[in-house]
C-alpha cells in the first residue's frame, strides 16, 4: 500500500504512539497489580496514555527542529 508523503509523518507517529503507549501501559499496570483483573485497567491506562502520547510525539519533535 502507497502511503502519500503528506501523511507519513502522521501515521508513523500514531502507530509508534499506539504500540509503545500500549506496551508500556501494560508491562507498568502488570509490575504494580499483577495479572489480576489486568484487562479493563490496561484498557483505561493505554487510552489515557494515548491521548498524552500522540500529540507529544506528533509536536515535540518539530519543537526541537532546527
Known amino acids: 500500500m502507497k502511503i ?12 509508534m504512539a499506539l504500540g509503545m503507549s500500549g506496551l508500556i501501559s501494560l508491562i507498568m499496570l502488570l509490575v504494580n497489580n ?3 483483573g489486568w ?4 484498557l483505561r491506562s493505554w ?3 494515548f491521548i498524552v ?12 527542529e532546527s
Open 39 to 42: 484487562f479493563p485497567l490496561w
Open 4 to 15: 502519500n508523503k503528506r501523511y507519513e509523518h502522521l501515521i508513523f507517529t500514531f502507530l
Open 53 to 64: 502520547a500522540f500529540p507529544l510525539a506528533y509536536f515535540l519533535p518539530r519543537a526541537f
Open 47 to 49: 487510552l489515557l496514555a
Open 34 to 36: 499483577g495479572f489480576t
